[in-house]
């Protein structure tokens, strides 16, 4: 089967090279910004938001203005893909899918996209890559390349460090074995998944474990007075912090759903609105909980565990079925289907049916209703 794939590589451009790569990141910052602000403009003067193309052309003839003559040494391809993205900002916004487009900043994390226009174009040799504009960059290649390279966004993180995503194209990957399995999947904060078969993964909450340490870190960054060199070195540090529990998160999340990929032909979860939650307010928990509660959401990352099992089932030949976010999977009996309305409230985590009698733990009782759900869904598709 052939696939898209992207593949991450550490990056170490010289001096030189970081100066050229600063100079690309403001040239793209500032061209998105100014076409952001020249929409804003647009809107309250009551004119039709111009297109990706239309801002193109503006940004070709504004190449060609003397005091913006700078623009010409950056890369061509990231100064289109910059205004390609505020295109598809405004797209997702007004499909409801994201907020409104917001004015970039020096201080966050840096990016741009270039693509591939000849052969020389992000090839690798040994162990350097070529990128447009900046040269031969040495790069860490951890693993060998598959497919067609289409594109490559170079990232500079907070804490410094280099990265380059590559797009490839036409990625051969092998189905993995069949093993006649099936798994319902109940996610929560705890617990992440409570399976149908009854195995219960418990979160290992990184941000929760790693809280402690990052209040100190932020406390003696606020300590400092801002942009002082020791200001500098204790922002690093912080932003080094904050790295290290994304990437043990996104490392356990990958083990995790390659895992159920591979134990289990068929894969049955519910479709969460993380965003409503994120944005509720409940009103039987101080203000205190609310943001722990939060903040737990945030970081069990169900969204990403549910985009990791959706693309490897398409990649290695499993069936992965998301059920309705609406479907009353907690309050509906597993052995009669009774719908038991007390089991709304969330504190009722073991409960017994009035109708049969049957005792259900609360988790495991929704996995078997998802799975038993999920094979419904196939049968009507």
Known sequence: ?????????????????????????????????????????????????????????????????????????????????????????????????????????????????????????????????????????????????????????????????????????????????????EIGLDLGIQSLITTSSGTRINSPLHLRRAIDKLKIEQQRLAAKRVGSNNWHKQRIKVARAHERVANQRKQFLHQLSHDIIKNHDFIAAEDLDIQGMLESDLADLSKQQLKSFHRNITDVSWGELLRQLTYKAQWYGKQFVQVDQYFPSSQLCSNCGYKNPIVKDLKVRKWTCPNCGAYHDRDHNAAVNIIAEGRKLVLLT
């Open 1 to 181: 089967m052939l696939v898209d794939k992207g593949f991450k590589f550490r990056l170490y451009p010289t001096a030189e090279q970081q100066q050229v790569m600063s100079q690309i990141f403001g040239s793209c910052r500032f061209v998105y910004n100014r076409f952001l602000a020249q929409a804003q403009e647009d809107y309250k003067n009551r004119l039709k938001l111009k297109s990706t193309y239309d801002f193109q052309k503006d940004l070709t003839l504004l190449k060609k203005q003397p005091e913006f003559a700078w623009l010409s040494q950056s890369d061509s391809q990231a100064l289109n893909s910059a205004i390609a993205n505020l295109g598809v900002a405004y797209a997702r916004f007004f499909k409801g899918l994201g907020r409104y487009p917001q004015f970039k900043r020096k201080s966050n994390q840096q990016s741009y996209t270039t693509y591939c226009t000849n052969p020389k174009c992000l090839s690798i040799e040994g162990n350097r890559i070529y990128v447009p504009k900046v040269g031969w960059v040495k790069v860490k290649q951890h693993r060998k390349l598959d497919g067609r390279t289409t594109s490559g966004t170079i990232t500079r993180t907070c804490s410094g460090k280099y990265f380059i995503s590559l797009h490839c194209r036409d990625c051969s990957v092998e189905e993995m074995p069949k093993t006649g399995s």
